[in-house]
T-cell receptor
């Protein structure tokens, strides 16, 4: 059982480049979300989705786009990378209600923008 | 917006000691979660709480969902070196967003 899989694990971008961080889950979870983690800031919510075709903004959405065309996948797009987007990015998934709402995380993508 | 408060930022304890952490909010949460993160890894779920007043244990860890629904507590008993890490509380509020505290870094002296 793979759980939540993020790719790539490491990435270096130049300012202005674009890229997509991939996230896939095989647990049939409705809820998926993206977080960025910076030292001393905890995990800050970027975007989230409560089901296929439905996305919404979190706390720090600027500079990021998402879409949810399938239940399994929730990619995060950086349209024009900036040094301020250097961070560790985590994807998480969970059921959307009831006793299964505990979120499970991927291993993270460590992104450096130079 | 929803915010979860965890303090202090760091805690230092002796191996074998018990340690308590709490997490507070000005908003009501209907699910509380506790995670541990090791260096270079993603957060790993420790305990999930779904009802006000609920007390749940996982080995040496015990967590409680506060009766006001605005706080939660995590206790670690008889700490060991592998308890070192960052401990996060998290919760789902009324807007369905999963919000995290800033975490507490726990150090255990042998």
């Amino acid at each position: 059982n793979a759980g939540v899989t993020q790719t790539p694990k490491f990435q270096v971008l130049k300012t202005g480049q674009s890229m997509t961080l991939q996230c896939a889950q095989d647990m049939n979870h409705e809820y998926m979300s993206w977080y960025r983690q910076d030292p001393g800031m905890g995990l800050r919510l970027i975007h989230y989705s409560v089901g296929a075709g439905i996305t919404d903004q979190g706390e720090v959405p600027n500079g990021y786009n998402v879409s949810r065309s399938t239940t399994e996948d929730f990619p995060l797009r950086l349209l024009s990378a900036a040094p301020s987007q250097t961070s560790v990015y985590f994807c998480a998934s969970s059921y959307s209600s009831g006793q299964g709402r505990a979120a499970f995380f991927g291993q993270g993508t460590r992104l450096t923008v130079v | 917006g929803q915010q979860l408060n965890q303090s202090p930022q760091s805690m230092f304890i002796q191996e074998g000691e018990d340690v308590s952490m709490n997490c507070t909010s000005s908003s009501i949460f209907n699910t509380w979660l506790w995670y541990k993160q090791d260096p270079g890894e993603g957060p790993v779920l420790l305990i999930a709480l779904y009802k006000a007043g609920e007390l749940t244990s996982n080995g040496r860890l015990t967590a409680q969902f506060g009766t006001t629904r605005k706080d939660s507590f995590l206790n670690i008993s008889a700490s060991i070196p592998s308890d070192v890490g960052i401990y996060f509380c998290a919760g789902y509020g009324a807007n369905s967003k999963l919000t995290f505290g800033k975490g507490i870094t726990l150090s255990v002296r042998p």
